[in-house]
């Protein structure tokens, strides 16, 4: 998580928003422990003063001196009356944080299910040349992990008719991702991570209007991570039991709080 996880998108959010890498320490801690369940108002409340003071900071930079980022943009947007400052803060912010939270937590996790399936991580390492291979293996990784796992919650607008159910206008529903990813009606044997499946309409970025804004980028990190890593260390290994490896089950996705591993 150290070394590669939470670094590889970091570096990537930054470089888009254009805030310096060195501040990284201050995101990701900030970030953590607004999305923790275990933060209390007080310390939520603190760290989102320390980050949207940081943003504000930077917005100002970037009117004064805009280069080719994000943040610069928006400052323009701000200048022209197109955006308030709270609004751009608030869009940085939020950036920010889905940027390198849940890509983080893919990278980490997608390793750890390829090291307990060592015959698909023989397969991708012998095809990390392939792009449209590595790119299907990160759907699959994506549709077999699926680590949203907070529910999405909406309310019908009309009836709908789902398998001799119906659904009233203004029921409440909560949708588990999961669970759609794993029915064996669209991908047979779910429970089994097979990277030649055709996995792209997996429901890992939502559905509809409501999907990840930022999933184009998500792809193209896991997949530089996956298609990378395990040919640059043929022999990585987990250091410890599957067992021991420790588990985060924060904010709206779930992830790991370290991976040790050994080559």
């Not at 917005?59 to 955006?83: C, F, N």
């Not at 939502?206 to 040919?231: K, P």
Request: aromatic share 6%; charged share 20%.
């Amino acid at each position: 998580m150290q070394a590669i996880g939470l670094p590889v998108p970091t570096l990537v959010i930054t470089e888009i928003l254009g805030a310096p890498y060195a501040d990284h320490e201050l995101f990701q801690t900030t970030s953590h422990v607004l999305i923790s369940h275990d933060s209390t108002p007080e310390e939520a409340a603190a760290a989102g003063r320390a980050i949207g003071g940081y943003l504000s900071d930077l917005l100002d930079r970037k009117i004064a001196e805009p280069g080719d980022d994000v943040v610069s943009e928006m400052a323009g947007w701000v200048t022209a009356g197109q955006m308030t400052r709270p609004e751009a803060i608030t869009m940085a912010n939020a950036i920010l944080i889905a940027g390198h939270e849940t890509s983080a937590s893919m990278i980490s996790l997608g390793t750890l299910a390829l090291l307990q399936n060592p015959e698909q991580l023989a397969l991708l390492r012998d095809n990390s040349d392939d792009p449209k291979f590595v790119a299907n293996a990160a759907e699959e990784l994506l549709r077999y992990l699926t680590i949203v796992h907070s529910g999405i919650r909406r309310i019908a607008n009309e009836d709908i008719e789902l398998h001799d159910t119906v659904i009233r206008a203004g029921d409440g529903v909560i949708f588990d991702l999961a669970a759609a990813n794993w029915d064996d009606a669209q991908f047979p044997e779910p429970d089994r991570l097979d990277l030649r499946r055709p996995a792209r309409q997996h429901h890992a970025f939502g559905f509809g209007a409501h999907q990840c804004l930022g999933q184009s980028l998500a792809r193209v990190e896991l997949q530089i991570a996956y298609g990378t890593l395990y040919r640059r260390i043929p022999t990585l290994a987990l250091a410890v039991p599957f067992e021991e490896v420790p588990f985060a089950m924060e904010g709206v996705a779930y992830g790991l709080k370290s991976l040790p591993v050994t080559w």
